[in-house]
């Protein structure tokens, strides 16, 4: 029988990590000799596995889980949409030193260019900003192909064609593929994303060195990136929230496509959880720790651990020594019955609800919506 599931992260240690991941978030078994970027808190990606740490189940990988339950784990509609593939990847991101400037392909480019994995869409939760971090994320205005070529050329990489802007924490970024973007220095991020590794990057500087890419293919990667770039711009990069207050439960919308919903909630009292849409959901402990059960078995969530709620799963919450608790709660949406339909009812217009969608034509809430064009320069 399935439970709340909590994993060992896959750990990822790029040239621009810190020691972030121990410093605040307290992770254990992190090597003390070695900077960590990226800890992959649920991933089913080839060789990148986590690994269940608690109940029964102990041991196993994710890609066992899903061979071995399938429906039972993700839920029917999810499963006879992606079938064998586990839809969503989350990880949290040290950004000690800045991040390569980078875009991700969509399904259709990664496809089309015959690449392993998916497109990658992608929403960054900023857990921690330190006083004068940023971000870059959006191409500049009037950017084209043939302007994003030459300040390649000339290694104008950052503020030659994207915008860069202050990060605060509890911003929320939406990042549909195609869209140029870096974190810079100063910030923990926690990011939920298809289930995708692939993206092209024009500024590789110490990943070569380092062997994290092949040369060949960085070099490659300054071709492809103006190919498979947006060029689009918006009033503001970080997305609008929209907050409920439902018992003593606080639900606040963070971002929105049709490939996940990121939520947070503030639970200051025991709450029992079930997703009357049968699909598995992801929590993340931002704040407090609490006790996560269901079906028989328990297990304390602190600050920064993660777990997979199974489809299907009536999950406890009881906030620990009285303290109130904070998620991030990940789904795979249905966007019309999730967030358009429910938010309408309770008043929000659709300007405010497409805004969970970032700016853009990638926004997938506009097709819901029927915004004119400009909607997003109001």
Known sequence: MLYPLKFKPFLKFYPYGGRRLVNLLHKENVPADRDVAESWEIADHGEEQSIVVNGPLQ???????????????VGKEIYDRYGDYFPLLLKFLDCDKRLP??????????????????????????????????????????????????????????????????????????????RLHSIDAGNLAIEIQQNSDAGFGWDWQGFVEAGVIDPVDAENHKKWAPQTALYEDGAQQHTRTITLSQGNVTRTFCAVCRYFALEKL??????????????????????GEAEIGGNGESTLAKLGESLLIPAGVKTSIKPANGQPVELLRCYVPDIEKDVVNPLRLVGFSDVEIAWLGSYGKRNDLRQFLELPDGWDQQ
């Open 59 to 73: 041991g196993k990988t994710l890609r066992q889980l899903m061979e071995e339950y399938q429906s039972e784990l």
């Open 266 to 287: 503030a639970i200051t009292e025991p709450y029992e959880f079930l997703d009357n849409a049968a699909r598995f959901n992801t929590f993340t402990v931002t704040d």
């Open 101 to 178: 400037a980078h875009l991700h392909p969509s399904d259709a480019d990664a496809k089309k260019m015959g690449l392993n994995d998916t497109g990658k869409a992608e929403a960054w939760y900023i857990f921690k900003a330190d006083p004068g971090a940023g971000a870059y994320c959006g191409s500049l205005p009037g950017l084209t192909p043939e302007k994003f070529s030459d300040a390649i050329a000339r290694g104008d990489n950052f503020d030659g064609v994207m915008h860069y802007v202050s990060t605060q924490t509890g911003h929320t970024y939406l990042v549909p593929p195609g």
